[in-house]
């Protein structure tokens, strides 16, 4: 796994949804209840930048048509059978960071 810092995000209690690039991806950075969570920043059902959205339920609510997925899992609420990527998170002295998996890592995970 390749660790990004994220520039211009400050780890605080305040509330927040910013979308950032990590490794050529376009990430959902959020700071919701004191935790900090990431998620694709795609929505899987219409393409909503989910950055634009809102936190509800510990719940990233899309702007187009509400779809919600789960900060922790990614997972798509009751009947939506759909999901969005979620990457590790780490505070350090220096700053914020994403963990991105790479494609063989992947590939390696799914025969473990």
Same mark, same amino acid.
């Given at each position: 796994?390749?660790?990004?810092?994220?520039?211009?995000?400050?780890?605080?209690?305040?509330?927040?949804?910013?979308?950032?690039?990590?490794?050529?991806?376009?990430?959902?950075?959020?700071?919701?209840?004191?935790?900090?969570?990431?998620?694709?920043?795609?929505?899987?059902?219409?393409?909503?930048?989910?950055?634009?959205?809102?936190?509800? =339920?510990?719940?990233? &609510?899309c $702007? /187009?048509?509400?779809?919600?997925?789960?900060?922790?899992? *990614?997972?798509g609420?009751?009947?939506?059978? =759909?999901?969005?990527? &979620?990457? $590790? /998170?780490?505070?350090?002295?220096?700053?914020?960071?994403? *963990?991105?998996?790479?494609?063989w890592?992947?590939?390696?995970?799914?025969?473990?």
């Amino acid at each position: 796994m390749k660790w990004y810092k994220v520039p211009d995000v400050e780890n605080s209690d305040k509330p927040f949804i910013k979308k950032v690039k990590a490794g050529g991806k376009n990430i959902c950075l959020i700071g919701y209840e004191g935790e900090l969570f990431a998620l694709s920043a795609k929505c899987p059902h219409a393409g909503g930048d989910l950055s634009a959205g809102w936190c509800k =339920d510990k719940k990233l &609510v899309c $702007p /187009v048509h509400r779809f919600s997925y789960n900060l922790n899992t *990614g997972k798509g609420s009751e009947g939506q059978n =759909d999901y969005v990527d &979620v990457f $590790p /998170v780490e505070v350090k002295k220096d700053g914020v960071y994403i *963990g991105i998996e790479g494609f063989w890592e992947r590939i390696k995970k799914g025969f473990s």
